[in-house]
Structure formats: C-alpha cells, structure tokens
C-alpha cells in the first residue's frame, strides 16, 4: 500500500476565479481529432467489494475497450481527512492501465464532497429554494463559496501533481454534470446584484426594463435589494437563473485555469455536459449552459440516457448529440452513456451496439459506459454497468465484446466524422427561463424542451440530419432551413438576423411563442411576432389554450380536426398563405399554420402544438420538399451521414425495429463495412435484421 502523505494547502490566488476567456491560446481553440475510437467504461476500484482489477481489465481488452474514466466521484477516498491523500486506488488503476495498454480519462472528484468538509464548513451546502442542503447526496454544495472554491483548488493541484505525468493520461474531465445546484445564498445574491449594476448603472434604467413599478417591486437603492426567491416578477426570476447559468461556466474556467498550468501538451480537457431530465436524457439543460461552457474545453463531452426495449427510438442520442456536437462545432465525446442500467433500461440483443453505432454517426468520437461493473451499496446499485453484480461475463458483456471486435477494424474509417446538414435547430437558453415563468399550458417547465423536441423528433424520423445553433453563433447561412421553436426571449438582433436569412433566400420555420419577450423578458409592445410578423406575413393579438379544438390541413394528405392542445394563436393572414385552419365553430376564421414568401426565401409559422406524430412529420416534409432536401427513407429506419479524414462519405443505416426492414440503395457503389467488407451496388437492397446497423463507405467510382 502506498503510504498516506501530508500536503500543505493551497491557496487560490488572487484572480484566480476572474480569468477570462481571453487567455485561452489559439492552441487551445484548435478542434480535437482523434486517432482512434475511445471505446471503454468508467471504472470504480474504490467501489469493489474484493480485488478484481486484473481480471477486469483483462476482460475489458478482450471486449476491445481500449479507455478507462476514474476518480471523477473519489475525493474521500482521495483526501480521506485534511492534508492527508491516499492515492492506493488512484495508482492501482494507472498502473493497471498502463500494463493492459488502456488510456485513461481522470475526472476531477469536486462534485461530491467529503463529509469532514461539510463538518469543517457546514456553509458550504447550498442555500436553496427549500432551505439549507444536508450532507449525504451529491451536488449539494454552493459554487461561490470561497471555502469550497479553496479546497477544491487543492485537491485539483494535488490530484494533477500524482497524475500529469503518467504516459497513459489522455484528458481530463472537470468535475461532473455540473449545475448551479438551485444556490439562493447570501453571497450568490450579492453577486447577483453586482452583475446587475454593471448591466444597469442606472438603477432607474434596471426598473424600467424589469417592471418594478408593479406591485410596488421597484428598488431605489441596491442596497434595499430584497431576497430574489421571493420575486414576483418572471423577468427578474429569469435573469437569476442566466445568472446561476453563468456561475456553472466561471466555475469551468476555474477548474481549466488550474489544469491548464499542469496538462501536457498531448493531453485534452473535457466535461460531461449532461442534458434536462424528464425520466431520460431529453433536451437542453436548464441549470447549466455549455455553450458558455465550451471555450474552456478542448473537446466536448456528454451524458446521454434514454428508453430502451421497445421504446428505443435513437432520438434522444440524435437530439442530446447534436447539442453537444454544437458546443465546438465539431467531434465530441460521449462520456457516459447506458450498459444496462435502470431495470427498464435493459436492453435487447442489438440494441447496445445499434445505440454505440447512433453515437458515432451522429459525430461522436467515443462511447464510454456508465459503468464497467454494478455496484452493491448505495444510491445507484440498480443502475447497472456492463457486468452485474456477479461480474460474471454477460449477454452485455458479450455484445460490448463484438463490437469492440469491429470498431478495432473499421475505426479509422469512421473517426472524426464530419457532418454536413442542411437543416439547424436554434435553441435558447432565455426562452426556456421564460417559458417556465410562463409556461405553455399544461406542458409548463418542461415546454421549452417538449417543442424543441417536438421539432427535433421530426426531422429526425424523417431521416433530415439537422444541427443545433444558438443566438450567439447562428451561422445561418450554411444551411437551407432552419426551425425556430418557442423564441420567446430574443434581442432584436436575433431576430433581425433570422428575418436577413429568409430574404436572402433561406427557409424558417417559426413557433408559437416566439419574437414575444425581449432578452429581459419583457414583452414587446408592437405587433407579435416582433420584427417578424412582415417577414411572416402575419399578426396576432389573442391566443388561448384550446378545447375541443383541431386543425384542418389545406396541404398535402389534408387531414382534418387533428386534435390541438397546449396553446393557440389567433394568427390573422397579412399575405401569408394558410396551410392549416382552426377546425372550431368560434375559431375557423383564424389559420394555425401558414406559409408566406419574403424576398429571395420562404418562412413558415405553426401556431398551435399538436401531438399528431403523422401531421407534424407531414409538415416538416413539406416544407423539407420546398426546401430541396430529399426524403428517401423514414423511421424506423435512419439514415446518418458525413465524411472521413480521407474525405469520403459514411453512411449508417440503423434499423430502429423489431421487424427487418429493407433498403433500396441509390448512388455510387459502395463498400459495406459490417460484419466483413463487401461491395454494394445501386440498386441493390440492403436487408437490415431487428435492431441492427450497417455502416457503408461511398467508392471512388461507380460500377
């Protein structure tokens, strides 16, 4: 056993917290290639109930895993009391590693803190909505607590100085699916109110914009600023959670200021964005915003999880990975995702490696299970790993093993993959703060992501790869249609910008609810939507939450009283055409989708949520079609392209079923790429058996 060693403690230096983003080199801003697939799993020896790390790592380079993630949840074991380090387990791992040639992902273990801590600085825990935190479950603590800031500097520096060095370290990630953690402390509301002065140094310019004047909320004097969990005023409430939103990034940049002064040159830094939960991973997170986040990274990671059995789908792996594909425009890590997992979670034969496969497809450079083994105490002993609690070799087991087998020969191939889509998504961190102020019907917290996926979900069983943009990086001009769901907050410039893009000739796709509130959340005062009602070709004044009511399409198979729920907008016609009109005896006048040229493009607005899976794909089709992009196939086979280092295309087709389905092929031959390689020719039909993937390279020429 290597002996327990004494350490001073560091202090934070002065600015340490207050770095900008500007110090980061250009070195750091370069996109991250890979030479290979990181195929492998979290691993626990701290965890294990008898010394078994030989034999799993044995087993894990006989599955083909060729990564391990540690120590991201250890600091007690790490610094068992005080100044006082242990690093037994630690060293067990990387030795191991080292002798089984696996590379190594260290996490920084400041997401869960030691009890001695909590005893030593009790004021730690956060201060909530519901009161003061209590020691026990994780993510508990206050981010802007100096203590906490000054003993998680230490451990970092300690963990760094016994680490950087070994060969078989490739990256590290900072600290773990970090939130703001609903902190309402004395001191996060101080810094709240200082935030807001360098936004507002005059305090009249502060209550205009928020409304105070209601029910007498003004504030005359910063220092009368009353305790923001008693807020009122949607505005108000929305601008703390940005602000909490903003503590999570500065929080990175701490933690990437303090790795960077160790790292080696070969070695990357990352961090497991995670996404808003609704029983699974489902949309952007709303106690985080990674794409603030993302300048301090090297390279992107994420935590997706989702249904499995029949309820796999995939498109939670396309939705949740195309957000993080975002965050660098480019290649990114899936950190943790499903072996087993929750009871429900397990999967059928297939679906583990057509899950692993959707990964890579949508652009991932990795997979990496949420964990090697299961665990036998505590709060996740039913989130199971790839081995259960016996260890033995499994069905899990056995599939991971084949598809390591494949991605040892086919890796080089598919690495790296460079998607090109026609189709984007923007995404809004203030309109989801909005939108659970003012929520959507029945859908409330949840309504911001419920529409984005409403969308999302579309496209995606329409086989229309589409990427995801936010208002600080639009870039709107690489594609040919882009979806705007639910913009309920927006500057001006945003929509100035989305409105140049249709008459220059691109195709939007506006939502109910948007153009409505400015970023401060304060509605505009003009005709709705705001700045894009000429480019739309309509107005409205009144919108309600329907009963009894549909709509009848005027388009395509021209279904009729497809049942509406959630919301509706009286949308009145100013040169739009109607492709939807209310089916109601009161409402029928008024249209519920509409279509309107502007200039050199096309902008289309729905006006109403339905939950009618066939119309809304009927839709996004449509309005796919006017857009020149091509529907060939549609769930539950997907379709997943882009393009190697060697600048040739991949093709994935996955089969999303129990039932084999088959393809037509049309193009240039290619060269199947599953189980052996074997040639493809057009015309050809690819069959595709329950749950299964095939992956294909586009040939130099045709046949």
Not at 128 to 140: H, M, P, V
Not at 410 to 420: D, G, T
Request: proline residues 4%; charged residues 25%.
């Amino acid at each position: 056993m290597q002996p327990i060693k004494k350490a001073i403690l560091y202090l934070p230096r002065k600015n340490d917290i207050l770095k900008v983003a500007a110090k980061y080199t250009t070195e750091r801003r370069t996109l991250m290639k890979t030479d290979r697939i990181f195929f492998g799993a979290a691993y626990y020896d701290e965890y294990l109930p008898y010394e078994r790390i030989e034999l799993d790592f044995q087993m894990m380079k006989d599955a083909g895993m060729n990564t391990i993630r540690i120590a991201e949840s250890t600091w007690s074991t790490l610094e068992p009391s005080e100044g006082t380090y242990d690093f037994t387990h630690l060293d067990r791992m990387l030795d191991a590693a080292d002798r089984f040639g696996l590379n190594v992902i260290i996490g920084t273990p400041t997401y869960a803190i030691p009890a001695w801590l909590a005893k030593k600085h009790p004021d730690i825990l956060a201060l909530t909505e519901n009161g003061q935190e209590l020691y026990g479950r994780r993510q508990n603590m206050d981010l802007t607590n100096p203590a906490y800031l000054k003993y998680a500097e230490n451990i970092i520096r300690v963990l760094m100085e016994h680490v950087a060095c070994r060969p078989n370290v490739i990256g590290y990630q900072i600290d773990n699916e970090t939130h703001h953690y609903h902190t309402f402390g004395p001191r996060a509301q101080a810094m709240f109110v200082d935030y807001l002065k360098r936004q507002f140094p005059d305090i009249r310019d502060f209550n205009h914009e928020f409304g105070l004047d209601y029910w007498s909320n003004r504030i005359d004097d910063w220092n009368d600023f009353p305790d923001i969990r008693g807020t009122i005023n949607g505005s108000l409430a929305s601008e703390y959670a940005k602000f909490q939103r903003k503590l999570v990034a500065d929080f990175h940049r701490f933690q990437a200021d303090i790795i960077n002064e160790y790292r080696k040159p070969r070695q990357f830094i990352t961090h497991n964005f995670d996404f808003e939960w609704i029983g699974h991973s489902f949309g952007i997170q709303p106690d985080a915003d990674p794409f603030a986040s993302a300048p301090y990274m090297d390279v992107a990671g994420a935590d997706i999880y989702h249904p499995s059995q029949d309820s796999l789908t995939g498109a939670e792996i396309a939705a949740c990975g195309s957000i993080a594909r975002a965050l660098k425009r480019a290649n990114y890590l899936i950190l943790e995702t499903q072996a087993q997992g929750n009871p429900q979670w397990l999967p059928f034969p297939g679906q583990l490696r057509l899950c692993a496969y959707s990964h890579l497809a949508n652009g991932a450079n990795s997979v990496m299970y949420w964990h090697w083994h299961s665990i036998h105490n505590s709060f996740e002993s039913y989130w199971k790993g790839v081995l259960s609690h016996d260890f033995s070799a499994n069905e899990t087991y056995r599939e991971a093993a084949q598809l390591g087998a494949e991605l040892k020969k086919i890796e080089s191939k598919i690495k790296n993959l460079r998607k090109k889509n026609h189709a984007a998504i923007l995404v809004s961190h203030e309109s989801l703060s909005g939108l659970s102020q003012f929520p959507t019907g029945n859908l409330k917290a949840q309504s911001y992501n419920t529409v984005f996926r409403w969308i999302a979900d579309s496209l995606y069983r329409n086989n229309i790869e589409y990427d995801i943009i936010h208002p600080q990086d639009m870039h709107l001009e690489e594609y040919r249609m882009v979806f705007v769901p639910c913009l309920y907050s927006s500057d001006e410039a945003t929509l100035l910008a989305l409105k140049e893009y249709t008459a220059g000739g691109g195709h939007l796709v506006v939502t109910f609810r948007s153009g409505f509130s400015d970023e401060h959340i304060k509605i505009y005062h003009d005709t709705q939507p705001h700045i894009l009602a000429e480019c739309l070709g309509i107005r409205y004044d009144r919108f309600t939450i329907p009963q009894n009511t549909g709509i009848d399409f005027r388009f395509g198979s021209k279904k009729e009283n497809i049942p509406i729920r959630e919301w509706m907008e009286l949308v009145t016609t100013d040169g739009a055409d109607p492709l939807a009109a209310y089916h109601h005896s009161a409402w029928g006048d008024y249209s519920a989708v509409t279509e309107h040229s502007y200039q050199s493009g096309r902008v289309y607005y729905i006006g109403c949520y339905f939950d009618d899976q066939a119309a809304i794909d009927e839709l996004t089709a449509y309005i796919a079609s006017n857009a020149d992009i091509k529907i060939s196939h549609r769930f539950p086979v997907i379709i997943k392209q882009g393009y190697n280092d060697d600048g040739k295309k991949i093709i994935y087709y996955l089969n999303y079923s129990a039932d084999t389905q088959s393809v037509i092929y049309e193009g240039n031959d290619v060269i199947l790429l599953l189980p052996e390689e074997r040639k493809m020719y057009s015309g050809e039909t690819l069959v595709l058996p329950p749950w299964c993937v095939e992956v294909a390279e586009i040939c130099s020429s045709k046949k």
